[in-house]
């Protein structure tokens, strides 16, 4: 996954505590992405972002919030972690193109919600 | 309201054979597609896609077919590898706010059998 990380790779947080994830590129490109990705349910759009704080919702954005503060940096924030939150998040970021675009993922955030 | 559906949630291939992977869509408004590959503990990789504008894709062993009036789209590896193991996504998109909006299908899990 070069130019994107993700940060951390797995946590275990306790129910109603804030946790805040972390995407960093390194690529400079304007749009990221934030997905979960659940058996049965696939990849599913929570929040995506187009430029510096400039974001969007995406299907399953309740209960979490992003911020873009810099273009490198794309931060999701689960406000009170419930236990259906408990999922592989990933980031993607993409370029603009003409035609297509093609999303490159990080490698994922592992999120357990006890 | 699931726009990409992936209906086998697995499939099985002896090595060397032909592998085909289905996806169908609803949204007629996607214009590009495109297939990712996904091993354990690691992000989506992107593999091959297709443009609403051409009927077949092809790259190496992997040749993407579309069928627009179907909606209806399939991945063909040829000859299938051991290495081709793991969990395979579809996606159809459409630009949003400047970029490609992916919509991703739950995911087909291929084993290939040695």
């Known amino acids: 996954d070069a130019g994107i990380t993700q940060s951390p790779r797995h946590k275990v947080t306790e129910t109603g505590t804030p946790v805040t994830l972390r995407c960093h590129q390194t690529?400079?490109?304007?749009?990221m992405y934030w997905y979960r990705q659940d058996p049965g349910h696939g990849l599913r759009l929570i929040h995506y972002s187009y430029g510096v704080k400039d974001t969007d919702k995406g299907e399953v954005s309740d209960g979490y919030s992003v911020s873009r503060s810099k273009t490198e940096d794309f931060l999701l924030t689960l406000e009170s972690a419930t236990s259906s939150q408990t999922s592989v998040y990933f980031c993607?970021?993409?370029?603009?193109?003409?035609?297509?675009?093609?999303?490159?993922f990080g490698s994922g955030t592992r999120l357990t919600v006890v | 309201d699931q726009q990409v559906k992936q209906n086998s949630p697995s499939l099985s291939v002896q090595e060397g054979r032909i592998s085909i992977l289905n996806c169908d869509y609803t949204?007629?408004?996607?214009?590009?597609f495109l297939w990712y590959k996904k091993y354990p503990a690691e992000g989506p990789t992107f593999l091959i896609s297709i443009s609403s504008i051409k009927d077949k894709n092809e790259d190496g062993r992997f040749t993407v077919f579309l069928n627009k009036s179907a909606k209806h789209l399939s991945l063909h590896i040829v000859p299938s590898q051991p290495g081709d193991s793991a969990v395979y996504f579809c996606a159809g998109g459409r630009v949003v706010s400047g970029t490609y909006k992916y919509i991703f299908g739950t995911g087909t899990r291929l084993k290939v059998l040695a």
């Open positions: 993607a970021i993409s370029s603009p193109r003409i035609r297509g675009a093609v999303y490159t």
């Open positions: 949204n007629s408004m996607f214009d590009y």
């Open positions: 690529e400079n490109h304007r749009y």
